[in-house]
């Protein structure tokens, strides 16, 4: 882990494996400019996947501790940091809480709060893809991964507010036991008539047949992470993606294998392909907001798309 030293002008963090090579490095001065975030800069902290809890409880110390240090968004340790380090904060909101995750740290009026803003920028992301009563043509959602992109997933698609255009059914893989048990252990807290089934499917190959079972018009989501800090696809080439389905790639770098496996079907399974890109924007703008308190929606919103689309 690379532990920053004190900071000397007004500091957000990104707290992930890889942060040298997210774009973001590239466009937090552009939008700190066009949102009049005066010195203010970005820095990474890498931390290895599933980091033991001390390695987390420093680095959230470090920020609470560091006048400049304002807050973080973190991806890929979510659930492991609010495991070592939720005790640390003085607020944490409902979603956090729900799901044992955190994805964003900021500070206000003295206090250390956390934030699972994943349910809001992920329901954001879908609305741009995903068709107007869309699942009244009887689909279902396969994510790909158990991790926080796949609760906040989960949670936005059967939220009360979508009436009858719900999912059939929302089906959960996972390589690791564990983490498919917690996810199975949080999720049964939501209130909807959605039935969700669960799949310990630590090969490929068996993604590839709880994939082939999908009824046409299901979403296909990787949730994994395989594809940008770690290499592969959680599919196989054999793997047979829904006939006129949704495939959405959370992924916005990297090889994207998973991404590549979709369009090579195309056109044969009439398939619309997402890669992770509007994620990407909504994810950051939502927590930029938060640490900087600084509201980042409509014309605020579209300019920073802008900038972040002549970078792309």
Known sequence: MNLPSKATQPTMYFIGVTTTKSSIMKLFPLWAEALGLKDAVIKGIDIDIHAKPEVYREVVEF????????????????????????????????????????????????????????????GLAMEAFIPDHYWNNGGEVLILGCGGSALAISSYLTEKDHGNNLPSKIILTNRSKPRLDSAKELLSQLDTQVQFDYHLCPDPAQNDEVMGALKPYSLVINATGLGKDRPGSPLTDLGKYPQNGLVWELNYRGELDFMHQALRQKEQRNLHVEDGWIYFIHGWTQVIAEVFHVDIQGEVLEKCAKIAESIK
């Open 63 to 122: 920020i609470k501790n560091d006048e400049l240090s304002l807050g973080a968004l973190v991806t890929t340790h979510k659930i492991d940091l609010y495991d070592a380090a939720s005790d640390l904060f003085d607020y944490l909101d409902p979603h956090a809480q729900m799901f044992k995750e955190l994805s964003s740290i900021s500070k206000k009026n003295g206090r250390l709060e956390g934030y699972a803003k994943d349910p809001i920028s992920s």
